[in-house]
């Protein structure tokens, strides 16, 4: 079995920063992608950043030159660091990870930005 563990997230004003990272443990041989999605209430879960095994990374729009996601294969964990956070990126973030073939999901972590 596969957990996520996420941490780092929080309040803060609008144009703060906030770094969340969650880390992958359990029966893990390698893990595929990683990101981070979020949900804003009343909203679908979006995709907000991706990272490959290889360190390729994507962004959603939204996020393109705020955000930058990274991770530490050997410690099976992804980070993302959240610049000039502005109130519409208020939502619950989850980490994801595929590994396997098999898609896991954290519990979430919530962020608040105030105006």
């Known amino acids: 079995q596969v957990q996520l563990a996420e941490s780092g997230g929080g309040l803060v004003q609008a144009g703060g920063s906030l770094s969340l990272s969650c880390t992958a443990s359990g029966s893990i041989f390698s893990i595929n992608a990683m990101a981070w999605y979020r949900q804003a209430p009343g909203k679908q879960r979006e995709l907000v950043a991706s990272i490959n095994s290889g360190g390729s990374t994507n962004y959603a729009d939204s996020a393109k030159g705020r955000f930058t996601i990274s991770r530490d294969n050997a410690k099976n964990t992804v980070y993302m660091q959240m610049n000039s956070l502005k109130p519409e990126d208020t939502a619950v973030y989850y980490c994801?990870?595929?590994?396997?073939?098999?898609?896991?999901w954290g519990q979430g972590t919530q962020v608040i930005v105030s105006s």
């Open positions: 994801y990870a595929r590994i396997r073939a098999t898609n896991y």
